[in-house]
């Protein structure tokens, strides 16, 4: 069984959506320890005067020892945990895959046409259904 987060405090991603009519994605990232010293969560910079994580920041830092990384290098080092309702084969599963966005191409059900997308693919562990995670890392 995957450990979900008990607050989004703990999650670099989170989402939980409908998809279809029966199936379902649920999905998140929980934050990595600091690669250097291995007791910090690795956050979003805070701002010194409202001590607000700075959302657009394009670095992670640790909040014990300082170490930093860049946002992309640092997302590189993240796992996904996916709970799903297959809507095909209304299989329910779950899932780890590296949290590794790629371009893939989906058809947009409002324009009928097919567009490129970043997303994070996985495959219904029954039917082989592919579905798709979307949306950016907060
Ligand atoms: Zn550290
Ligand atoms: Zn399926």
């Known amino acids: 069984m995957l450990k979900e987060p008990e607050s989004m405090d703990e999650c670099v991603y ?20 600091c690669p250097k010293c291995g007791k910090g969560l690795m956050e979003k910079p805070r701002d010194p005067k409202t001590g607000n994580f700075k959302i ?5 830092v640790c909040p014990e020892c300082g170490y930093t990384v860049n946002k992309d290098e640092y997302a590189e080092t993240l796992i996904a945990s996916i709970k799903y309702v297959c809507p095909k084969c209304n299989y329910s599963g779950e899932i780890e895959v590296p949290f590794k966005r790629k371009s893939v ?18 495959e219904c562990a029954k039917c082989k259904n592919k579905m798709l995670v979307t949306q950016k890392m907060k």
């Open 56 to 60: 657009r920041s394009e670095e992670y």
């Open 14 to 33: 989170f989402t939980n959506r409908i998809v279809g009519e029966k199936g379902s994605i649920k999905c998140w990232v929980l934050r990595n320890k």
């Open 105 to 122: 191409s989906r058809l947009n059900e409002e324009t009928g046409k097919r567009e490129s997308v970043k997303a994070l693919p996985f």
